[in-house]
């Protein structure tokens, strides 16, 4: 059997459905056979990943670790985590295990780098905001990026939110109220480094001028299983 | 935490996918939290259940039991395997856990029996049709149904290793003559009996004439999680 991605998901459960989705798009296949095996443990009650960086609400990262010892125990062979803000735990969450943990920050990161992309904002939750995951990274790189104001922020959490909760509309209508103003002022590029953000706009047209981090990390995942079965790393 | 559905999966890995997707579109949920906490084993190396029923190819059961193994190890507490042609295997797989195991072909008629449902057609690999799975139990219930012949079968069977091999419109377009021809003898109503028909049809209009087998599982399913979580089983 070809290498099994474990993914380490629930944070939201349609993102994790979506980083699936796009392991099949991003696969050669003619038959299921020929497609990778994965395990996702989708738990959806690890705790609010931006409230803990927020306001001190209860921490995820037991139940994330669990939820890596089920992925361990069933046969994993390389893990991703499809969401930007549990990120925060990362490097937690790698010194626990042996197997290879995919950073969906760093794989984002190296394309925008990789293929010079400047001018670029980063719609995140308020949690991945704060910890300055992306802007450290950024930042080291030389690379031109911003983050929304308070006020927009607080619009793209909110669309965030509305897009957990069902209202796939509403979500829509917020983000794209961000997105509006940011191009007014010259945004070119937008980061969606959130994993629930492709879904937002998963109906929105312009596709090349955003860097779908849920993808990068798939991408990156799938070409780890081919190297691999192809018995090159 | 919610009582944790496990699902058997991989045959194929989008009818995997669709199925987690359908978890979340029935559970009334206001975010993250409130979801059902799902572990998919979507295995694609499986081997081929059609194959192995028509032309005695590799049987798929001891992989099947491989993944039922890895459910329960990760704590699964309710199975569901959205793949209709694997239910030839149903009995072997039930007796071998002790964990609730629902039935695709059970539930998709019970739903045909208790709403009246007649004049239907079943839409299914031919190994399901073969095995009789569906014609079986519509009988016993006096359900006045119709298989394909064997010419708009092969096609059904072609469209639907199209969409496995990626060729969606194709797909699309071979069921679409088929059913084009069963509404033409009198048919109204149609079994999508195969996970991966509700996917081929996905863009299709007239929803109340198609009763969707992997719709029926999961909201057995997520009413199982309910009840379970309610603590009123």
Redesign the interface.
Known sequence: ??KIIGILG?????A??DA??K??KNTP????????????????????RTENILSEGESPLNKMLAVLR?LE???AECIIMPCNTAHYWYDELKASTKIPFLNIVEVTCNKIVSEVINNVAILATTGTIKTGLYQERLKKDNVNYVVPDDIQQGIVMESI?AY???DVERAYQLMETVITQLKHVGIENFIMGCTEIPLILSGCGDKERYIDATGELVKKAVGWCCLVNNGTK
Request: proline share 10%; net charge negative.
């Open positions: 059997m070809k629930g944070m939201g459960p349609a994790t459905i699936m989705g392991i099949i296949a003619t038959c299921d056979q020929e497609h990778i095996p994965v395990i996702a443990v989708s738990f959806p009650d690890i705790p609010d089920i125990a069933a046969g939110l957990k909760s069902g």
